[in-house]
């Protein structure tokens, strides 16, 4: 079998919580990879805005997730209040489809997902369902990006953002930027605005060097381009399997 990325050295900056499958993925097309998380995820400092919207689940709608760990995060608190059961009266969208496959995970059934994996996107598949007055539960990083939820309040609905965790950037340690220094990436994959913003500040824009510069979506896309980055290349969808196919085309062209 071809090994696509055979010899590459491919830097990856996504949360230890969801990296063990793309890493797979690329060690698969031979990669050699270094898994160097940028953020680590944290519970709410206040947990009580989450814990009454598990409490009061069935009010909602429409629950809307934008991250696999909005959905473990919720799940969790309706577990505490012994509300899971109440999901079945909620109709569930999720923001691309690792997220729709963690809802899945839970029992849940996802009706709403955007081919592209944007909040915009969701808000354009679900738009011609929603009603006025309809009320929308969106649990979110605390530092989440605010587009889907503005959308949602000029079409009129009522939206309760929670937040369901929180990030904060990772320490680079002195053997992570000498592993930088020393053995500089061929391909460097990032999966966020914010993570982009962090490795710039922690690393700086020297360590990226000559590597090719892989994004897994337009946003993303977007700000490394505002930070003069250039993107090598764009995964068509948010999932491990697209970054790979990204990486892979900014290898070879």
Not at 29 to 48: C, M, Q, T, Y
Not at 116 to 124: N, P, Q, R
């Amino acid at each position: 079998m071809e090994r696509r990325l055979d010899g590459k050295r491919v830097l990856v900056t996504r949360p230890k919580e969801r990296v063990e499958e793309l890493c797979f993925l690329l060690e698969d097309e031979g990669a050699e990879v270094l898994s160097l998380p940028l953020l680590e995820l944290h519970p709410p400092e206040d947990s009580r805005p989450l814990a009454a919207a598990a409490e009061a689940i069935q009010r909602y709608r429409w629950v809307v997730f934008a991250s696999p760990s909005a959905v473990e995060a919720l799940m969790e608190a309706l577990r505490e209040a012994g509300t899971a059961d109440r999901m079945g009266l909620v109709r569930v969208a999720a923001v691309g489809p690792r997220t729709a496959r963690t809802a899945e995970g839970y029992g849940l059934k996802v009706v709403a997902e955007p081919p592209e994996g944007t909040g915009l996107g969701l808000y354009e598949v679900i738009r011609d369902d929603l009603q006025p007055e309809d009320e929308v539960l969106l649990p979110a990083a605390e530092e989440g990006r605010r587009e889907l939820e503005l959308a949602l309040r000029e079409q009129g609905v009522r939206v309760t953002r929670v937040t369901a965790y929180r990030s904060t950037p990772a320490t680079l340690s002195p053997e992570a930027q000498e592993a930088l220094r020393t053995a500089p990436p061929d391909v460097v994959l990032f999966a966020s605005p914010r993570t982009v913003e962090v490795f710039l500040e922690a690393a700086g824009r020297e360590r990226l060097g000559q590597a090719r510069v892989v994004a897994i979506g337009p946003t993303t896309a977007a700000a490394l381009a505002r930070l003069g980055v250039e993107v090598a290349a764009v995964a068509e969808r948010p999932t491990p399997e697209g970054l790979v196919d990204a990486a892979i085309r900014a290898v070879h062209g």
